[in-house]
């Protein structure tokens, strides 16, 4: 598919210095022959929750020339087109990294860095050891905010929530989030320094904007990869909570308790159970269909989180509301594309 002078373009920074017409630049091989991009490829993959975001850069060192970057070193990158009829000129910013893999190998000499998000670093990543009793998850999500400096975001219909008891017991804060999240079926990630704890589908930005839905037709993509399972291999899930009262553990199901998934964790109450039962029901509902998609034209604009409409492929992915779970953003010699992974909503 051919689309008229379409030209990616992207800015990088390391520690606040802009190294964007390095990677620009040409690079003589030693034994001659046409000059290559210094930048090889540039991959980034912004994930929806409880997991960084990475960054993967390759650079050419055929000459010698390139210098290493250090490890701890910050790398902020933007995306987007400088021109082309069937792109929006821009860049997009997508955000701030941390380096902490680089690597040399050769011939040819090649450079290869790995970066993750800044806020997925650090004292986010220490065990730890507390607890709440008779709280909130809104107080919850605000206390371990404060610890490391970052801005908490509790959506409203979460925040009231009642924690009659919670333990961290040996998991780091981002652990801890990660099970938070899926015990609400919710989105558990920091971004721009905001704690973000958001109903799975809410389609919201760090600083609370709603994500526009966009529309994907079959024209813009190189590939797609459409799956559907049965929905009714675990037709329920069972979770097990603590009965202080009776000394004893109970059970409560969400759905048909026949052939239930159950849960490995014991939970405090029968409320939180429950919530963790119904959560793992609709995540399973979700995950029943799945659409991948790679977009020939790279779109810095896309989001986890999004929900999208497909256009021009069978009726029944026409169909479906999909919600991104995934986005790579692929830039290199091929160009610039960007790969979806979506998940119905439900």
């Not at 960084?52 to 790398?75: N, R």
């Not at 904007?209 to 993509?221: D, F, H, K, S, W």
């Not at 269909?289 to 779109?299: E, K, Y």
Request: hydrophobic share 40%; with cysteine.
């Amino acid at each position: 598919m051919a689309f008229v002078n379409a030209i990616p373009d992207y800015q990088v920074t390391v520690d606040g210095l802009d190294i964007t017409p390095r990677l620009k630049g040409k690079v003589q091989p030693p034994g001659g022959g046409r000059p290559r991009p210094r930048l090889v490829a540039l991959t980034l993959t912004d994930k929806r929750e409880g997991q960084a975001d990475e960054l993967t850069i390759q650079i050419d060192d055929s000459d010698g020339a390139a210098p290493l970057p250090k490890i701890g070193a910050a790398v902020s990158v933007s995306l987007g087109w400088l021109q082309g009829s069937d792109v929006a000129p821009g860049l997009v910013d997508k955000g701030r990294f941390i380096i902490d893999e680089v690597a040399h190998d050769g011939a040819p000499d090649l450079i290869s860095v790995t970066a993750r998000s800044a806020d997925f670093t650090g004292a986010a990543t220490v065990r730890r050891e507390r607890s709440w009793s008779k709280s909130t998850l809104g107080a919850i999500v605000s206390d371990v905010a404060k610890a490391h400096g970052w801005k908490p975001r509790c959506a409203a219909r979460l925040a009231g929530i009642a924690v009659t008891a919670k333990a961290q017991s040996r998991e780091s804060d981002l652990a801890f989030l990660r099970r938070l999240g899926r015990e609400h079926d919710a989105v558990a990630t920091i971004k721009a320094g905001v704690l973000i704890l958001s109903p799975i589908g809410a389609g919201e930005t760090a600083t609370g904007r709603a994500l526009p839905a966009v529309t994907l037709t079959r024209r813009v993509g190189d590939k797609h990869g459409y799956r559907i399972a049965k929905r009714d291999d675990a037709p329920g899930v069972t979770a097990v909570w603590h009965d202080r009262g009776k000394a004893k553990r109970q059970e409560v199901t969400a759905g048909n308790a026949d052939g239930a998934k159950k849960l490995a964790r014991v939970y405090t109450s029968e409320a939180e159970a429950k919530r963790a039962a119904e959560a793992e029901r609709r995540r399973a509902a979700r995950q029943a269909a799945t659409l991948d998609l790679t977009l020939a034209l790279g779109r810095a604009d896309l989001y986890p989180e999004q929900r999208v409409t497909a256009s021009g492929f069978k009726a029944e992915i026409d169909a479906t509301t999909w919600l991104i779970a995934e986005v790579t953003h692929d830039l290199g010699e091929q160009g610039y594309g960007t790969r979806l992974k979506l998940e119905s909503a439900v």
